[in-house]
């Protein structure tokens, strides 16, 4: 169930991104924030990239300094609107992400950022052997979201900010084991890379075959 708080951080540009900037403090600001799953990036030369649920674009124009072939997902209308305005050098699509219009093998590389907790857990799976399809032998799925806090200080913040912005589904992402998910599916994935007291984690999975 979405609280009144998520539902108006939607609905209204300038106070999504207020809530983005205060909660990136923690990592060192917003932009370290929205470059944390671009680190240690292997890229070839002009790679194409797939932003899912690419919001209105707040990585995407980190992604278009690195490619001139990105594109950007989202099944939200309204968001890839703003996209448009906010990063108009890309490629945009209104689609669901468990269910992408790309043939197999498309991308290098697919991002994804603050997304994958508010999916249903079936969702969640399917939106993983998604990504492992659209991707190209040897790409790389990369993405950054929560986790456990492994140091308890963390703890209050996190949780407050779940009950005023989130829904059960974030929660649940704190019990899922994703880079388990990702193995089960066939991706390379090494132990995450934590932040924020562990309440975030980037893990970055390759698609072998």
């Known amino acids: 169930m979405a609280t009144i708080f998520r539902d108006l951080s939607y609905r209204y540009q300038w106070l999504y991104d207020g809530i983005s900037r205060l909660a990136a403090v923690t990592v060192g600001g917003e932009a370290r924030f929205r470059q944390l799953a671009l680190q240690n990036l292997k890229l070839q030369s002009d790679p194409h990239i797939l932003d899912l649920c690419c919001g209105s674009g707040q990585v ?12 950007g997902l989202d099944a939200s209308s309204l968001s890839l609107q703003r996209a448009k305005k906010n990063v108009p050098n890309a490629t945009y699509i209104e689609a669901f992400a468990e269910d992408m219009p790309f043939a197999d093998n498309s991308f290098d590389v697919v991002h994804t950022s603050a997304a ?11 939106i993983i052997a998604e990504v492992y399809r659209v991707l190209k032998p040897g790409g790389v799925f990369t993405l950054v979201d929560f986790h456990t806090p492994t140091n ?8 407050v900010f779940f009950w005023l ?33 562990g309440s975030l984690q980037v893990i970055q999975g390759k698609k072998l075959f």
């Open 116 to 126: 994958l907790h508010e999916m249903q857990p079936e969702q969640l799976r399917k």
């Open 152 to 159: 308890p200080i963390f703890w209050p913040g996190l949780a």
């Open 165 to 197: 912005f989130e829904t059960e589904t974030a929660w649940e992402l704190l019990k899922t084991d994703l880079p388990g998910l990702l193995r089960e599916n066939g991706f390379d994935v090494q132990s995450p890379s934590l932040y924020a007291g």
């Open 60 to 71: 995407t124009r980190f992604l278009v300094n690195l490619s001139e072939n990105v594109t």
